[in-house]
């Protein structure tokens, strides 16, 4: 569930970055894109696929990491 609302959010503010050619919104684009592929990572872990979870993990935290400074 949490998963589908992420995606929808992803995709509704990529849909309207790319409409109104805008830049704006692209930090929060990154946070919650971040945020849905830690999710997708952490249900690849119950899943017992260790090696996509851990590459989901680190992909989000590297998105995290590098658009920090664009909230602060």
């Known amino acids: 569930m949490v998963r589908m609302i992420l995606a929808l959010v992803v995709i509704a503010l990529s849909g309207y970055?790319?409409?109104a050619q805008t830049l704006e919104?692209?930090?929060y684009y990154m946070f919650f894109l971040g945020?849905?592929?830690?999710v997708i990572g952490l249900a690849e872990l119950q899943k017992d696929r260790k090696v996509w979870g851990y590459m989901n993990i680190v992909i989000s935290l590297f998105v995290f990491?590098?658009?920090i400074p664009y909230f602060l």
């Open 35 to 38: 945020a849905l592929i830690l």
């Open 25 to 27: 919104l692209m930090p």
């Open 17 to 19: 970055s790319l409409i």
């Open 65 to 67: 990491f590098f658009y």
